[in-house]
């Protein structure tokens, strides 16, 4: 469908130029100015579905004027047009808003593709209209499990970001749940109905990566019998997820440079290029600036991913969460195993609570996974768990965390875990017998069951079968 496009430049070879390759390669309708005010007064009371606009311009600039167009006409697409020297200026107005940007010089190519994806986009957004507005209003389209604070807000972020074509990085330590963002990412935007296709950039050399990556053709090398299509092609239209991507080489991260500029990419061994709209996800548990400085990694790579961040908290920082991870987890593995594990008892719950998991979610997953194999009840209780480096106890210090507190409440607070603590000690070396454990004690069975109650305990937790 033809649409109307405004070019915005103060030099006029470049708006005789640009209007040119555009009036040449498709059938959309071009207006031209040199004025960025002329050209806002005109846009407010016209139709325009794409905007070029050069940075550097009398008047105002590139990104005044991109301000006032998203103000004016907030779902129009803007692509700026910049020079090396101003790159990050232009990564910050894709922040902004903007689209994409484009380096000078550039090829009549690399604008017809630009604006040829843009015009897709447009077309997708109004058939996709209302499954955007109830993808923004339910949560159960996240393949994430969480109800903190910092969880909600991640909700909240992938939403935002996933209907637009922005490049994402995520970042976090190994095991905190990067690729199910990323899929998640995909699964609430217009490319949901396209391919997801993950890769390990840290699993294979280079050469083999790049075969990978982009495809070869017969005879690029040893063992090439038949063109082969790379992931880039088979993600076409799709999501491409680089995880690891920290750990590829100088050589590779080049020609995904290339790939993220002008949607352009190479098969091994072949003497044409082609072209993919593909949405590049990246992910790394490394310090990318760090590895920027030690040149291991592309500083105009990284602008180029670091369009929108994640930053994924570690587990320790999300405990409350672990009880819904845990009972998650359950449910997923008695499914996978057909075993009729039905619940975690309230001191399993707690002993996860507490426990270090320096491998994080993807750690908890294991030892629940673990605990669901070996388990002979219908539920999973503290003996089951098979945590690595098991404490002694599931608490704690008792004095942890009361120094803010007054007087009164820290004492009640004292007192819950000085109970807990207690009758775990105590149960454990009764064998749960609860009138062993009473006489022990030397309290009444009654006031005894009394106090389990109220920690959560069973003596069944602490039979030995």
Not at 8 to 30: A, F, N, Q, S
Not at 132 to 151: F, N, Q, S
Not at 230 to 246: K, M, N, Q, R, S
Request: overall charge positive; some cysteine; aromatic content about 8%.
């Amino acid at each position: 469908m033809a649409g109307t496009i405004l070019i915005v430049d103060d030099e006029k070879d470049m708006l005789t130029l640009l209007k040119r390759i555009i009036t040449e390669g498709t059938d959309h309708e071009v207006r031209t100015f040199s004025s960025p005010l002329a050209a806002l007064e005109w846009l407010k009371n016209n139709p325009v579905e794409l905007v070029f606009t050069d940075l550097k311009m009398p008047g105002i600039d590139g990104i005044q004027f991109l301000k006032e167009v998203k103000r004016a006409k907030p779902r129009t697409c803007i692509i700026i047009l910049t020079a090396y020297a101003t790159i990050e200026t232009a990564v910050e107005a894709i922040k902004m808003g903007a689209y994409e940007y484009i380096s000078k010089p550039f090829k009549r190519e690399r604008i017809l593709l630009t604006i040829n994806k843009v015009m897709k986009w447009e077309e997708m957004v109004r058939e996709n209209l209302a499954l955007r507005r109830a993808l923004a209003e339910k949560g159960d389209y996240l393949p994430l499990v969480g109800a903190t604070p910092i969880m909600k807000d991640l909700f909240d972020r992938i939403r935002q970001v996933a209907p637009t074509t922005a490049t994402v990085l995520i970042t976090g330590a190994t095991g905190t749940g990067k690729e199910l963002v990323a899929r998640a990412i995909h699964q609430n935007s217009l490319r949901k109905e396209k391919r997801f296709i993950a890769i390990n950039c840290a699993t294979l050399p280079d050469q083999i990566m790049e075969s990978e990556l982009f495809g070869h053709v017969k005879g690029a090398f040893t063992g090439a019998w038949r063109d082969k299509k790379g992931l880039v092609e088979e993600a076409d239209g799709g999501t491409l997820f680089l995880d690891e991507i920290g750990d590829m080489g100088q050589g590779l991260q080049s020609k995904l440079l290339r790939l993220l500029q002008e949607g352009e990419y190479r098969p091994v061994g072949a003497t044409v290029s082609k072209y993919a709209d593909v949405r590049i996800i990246a992910a790394t548990n490394h310090d990318l600036g760090e590895d920027i400085r030690k040149k291991r990694f592309r500083e105009d790579l990284y602008y180029r991913l670091n369009v929108v961040r994640f930053e994924l908290p570690p587990l320790a920082a999300r405990k409350e969460d672990i009880p819904l991870l845990a009972h998650h987890f359950l449910r997923k593995y008695a499914r996978i195993y057909q075993k009729d594990v039905l619940d975690i008892s309230p001191l399993a719950v707690q002993i996860l609570v507490s426990h270090d998991f320096p491998g994080n979610i993807r750690e908890l997953e294991n030892c629940i996974e673990r605990s669901v194999i070996f388990c002979r009840n219908m539920t999973l209780k503290a003996e089951d768990l098979l945590l690595d480096n098991k404490q002694e106890t599931p608490f704690p210090d008792l004095s942890e965390g009361i120094s803010d507190l007054s007087f009164k409440k820290a004492r009640e607070v004292m007192l819950q875990r000085f109970h807990r603590q207690y009758l775990h000690i105590l149960l454990r070396e009764s064998d749960g017998n609860i009138t062993r454990a009473a006489d022990i004690a030397g309290i009444k069975r009654q006031y005894l069951h009394r106090l389990m109650k109220q920690s959560g305990l069973s003596g069944e937790d602490f039979r030995h079968k």
